[in-house]
């Protein structure tokens, strides 16, 4: 199921973020979440569902922060992945820093689940909530699982491209038409 970030969730994000995962584009999120959360959790769980401000690119960059949604996936486990859309009001375009509306990953100890697919599915009735009709997601163009889950809920590959500000990997481009 996709869940807010809770505080009864808390500790079994943690443990996840304790086991190794990494839950975003950068490599020490993990790290920056264990120490926020050890601080103050609720402070924690509010820097989640911020909006507004800036963030920072891999490449160590800022740029402002679009509206978005952060939902855990949750199982009897607890945590094991999360997704996050993002969006400008009242259109489908994206900046030009933002690889899509959608990001995902899920727990290593628990790819190959269908965990992943299941998430973008339930999301995209929140894209159409928010007047979306049609949003766009990028993948390394070496995941293989990335495209499936992608293509699984509709997804029509419109490019290939590089993303300097987010590592060397070839990336491709999916588009989901919502408006069927």
């Known amino acids: 199921?996709?869940?807010?970030?809770?505080?009864?969730?808390?500790?079994?994000?943690?443990?996840?973020?304790?086991?190794g995962w990494v839950p975003g584009t950068v490599d020490n999120v993990g790290k920056d979440h264990l120490a926020r959360i050890a601080k103050d959790p609720a402070a924690f769980l509010a820097y989640l569902e911020q909006q507004g401000g800036n963030f920072r690119l891999p490449d160590g960059s800022e740029k402002p922060r679009l509206p978005q949604v952060l939902f855990w996936m949750v199982d009897d486990d607890g945590v094991c992945g999360r997704i996050t859309m993002r969006w400008q009001p009242g259109t489908n375009d994206l900046p030009d820093y933002t690889l899509g509306h959608i990001s995902y990953s899920?727990?290593?100890?628990?790819?190959?689940r269908g965990y992943a697919t299941q998430a973008l599915e339930q999301i995209l009735d929140v894209a159409r909530d928010k007047g979306l009709t049609q949003i766009q997601i990028a993948t390394e163009a070496d995941n293989p699982a990335a495209r499936r889950v992608i293509e699984w809920n509709g997804g029509e590959l419109v490019e290939k491209f590089e993303a300097p500000s987010y590592g060397r990997s070839a990336r491709l481009r999916y588009v989901i038409d919502l408006s069927d």
Do not use: D
């Open 1 to 19: 199921t996709l869940q807010r970030p809770s505080m009864g969730l808390l500790a079994s994000y943690a443990k996840a973020l304790e086991a």
């Open 106 to 112: 899920v727990v290593p100890w628990k790819l190959g």
